[in-house]
């Protein structure tokens, strides 16, 4: 099936950018939707992107104007370029795929198909 695998993680001060990498195989990439999900530690895990097969962009309202959600379909990746990091948005980053070419992709975490194993995000005050 599809396997993805994330990159860029790291520690940043607050204020500062980080573009996080997800990597697809084995799959039909270019036919689903693809999402950013976070986890801080003693917190749920939440929404925070997500862009459709045919590129549109979806955000939470935490993240709006600061985060941008993009993909390649030609290189089969997904990024995530976060600006003006606050301490608040430390989490264990995570990639996922909805198949089925939806017209919008979802917020619940039960609709996604495959999961990559997370990359950390720590952004100091």
């Known amino acids: 099936q599809v396997q993805l695998t994330e990159s860029g993680g790291g520690l940043v001060q607050a204020g500062g950018s980080l573009r996080l990498s997800c990597a697809a195989s084995?799959?039909?990439?270019?036919?689903?939707?693809m999402a950013w999900f976070r986890q801080a530690p003693g917190k749920e895990r939440e929404f925070v992107a997500a862009?459709?097969?045919?590129?549109?962009?979806y955000y939470a309202d935490s993240v709006t104007g600061r985060f941008t959600i993009s993909r390649d379909n030609a290189k089969n990746t997904l990024f995530l370029q976060m600006n003006a990091l606050k301490p608040e948005d430390t989490a264990v980053y995570y990639c996922?795929?909805?198949?089925?070419?939806?017209?919008?992709?979802?917020?619940?975490?039960?609709?996604?198909?495959?999961w990559g194993q997370g990359t950390q995000v720590t952004v100091s005050p």
């Open positions: 084995g799959g039909t990439f270019s036919s689903y939707a």
């Open positions: 996922a795929a909805q198949a089925g070419r939806v017209g919008r992709p979802t917020q619940r975490i039960g609709d996604y198909n495959y």
């Open positions: 862009v459709s097969w045919i590129g549109i962009a």
